[in-house]
T-cell receptor, first 114, second 117 residues
């Protein structure tokens, strides 16, 4: 099983809503990532979890709150978002943070903030 | 900080022909890894090919090969016998070889490849 599964695939929310994006992998990977991708742009790193601990936070606004309940799951909690936060949110995983292994990406969650 | 530059925002190739996508990078490290990722319109990004900096031999994966020039800090991707399914955004990416690397993957801005039937 080499899949990273993200739900939901599409999400529309108002600026006062609270929602969550979910990511799951069963490859035994110990590093998991959240990326934000705007149209026709490369992914931008948001957060990295290594062995279920937050390792990197790329100065992301607090309206985005990551959570890693266990080694297979990664959540991104959303609250009070702005229209400019509309983007494709990609989850990825890798063997671990320090190895040279590839990142495996999910299909992404397309977020629209109204 | 490391940077990755893809100077070709868009490229096109005739089906069955060969195309080369350019990538240059800047780093002061000696140990690192380079990748080409493909993102088709269906969005899921997948690895095409990877290269360890310490290896002099260019990586190949079926129709995909790289020209790795370490001194010039160049890492181009050659796609032979192009197929319609190769149409996608291609991202060149750099990853530090340091165990404590602060940035897991640095992406270039991407090259959108169109394949003409």
């Amino acid at each position: 099983d080499t899949e990273v599964t993200q739900t939901p695939k599409h999400l529309v929310m108002g600026m006062t809503n609270k929602k969550s994006l979910k990511c799951e992998q069963h490859m035994g990977h110990r590093a998991m990532y959240w990326y934000k991708q705007k149209a026709k742009k490369p992914p931008e790193l948001m957060f990295v979890y290594s062995y279920e601990k937050l390792s990197i936070n790329e100065s992301v606004p607090s309206r985005f709150s990551p959570e890693c309940p266990n080694s297979s799951l990664l959540n991104l909690h959303l609250h009070a978002l702005q229209p400019e936060d509309s983007a494709l949110y990609l989850c990825a995983s890798s063997q671990d943070l320090g190895s040279w292994g590839e990142l495996f990406f999910g299909e992404g969650s397309r977020l629209t903030v109204l | 900080a490391q940077t990755v530059t893809q100077s070709q925002p868009e490229m096109s190739v005739q089906e069955a022909e060969t195309v080369t996508l350019s990538c240059t990078y800047d780093t002061s490290e000696s140990d690192y890894y380079l990748f080409w990722y493909k993102q088709p319109p269906s969005r899921q990004m997948i690895l095409v090919i990877r290269q360890e900096a310490y290896k002099q031999q260019n990586a190949t994966e079926n129709r995909f090969s790289v020209n790795f020039q370490k001194a010039a800090k160049s890492f181009s991707l050659k796609i032979s016998d192009s197929q319609l399914g190769d149409a996608a955004m291609y991202f060149c990416a750099y990853r530090s070889g340091l165990l404590s690397g602060n940035t897991p993957l640095v992406f270039g801005k991407g090259t959108r490849l169109s394949v003409i039937a």
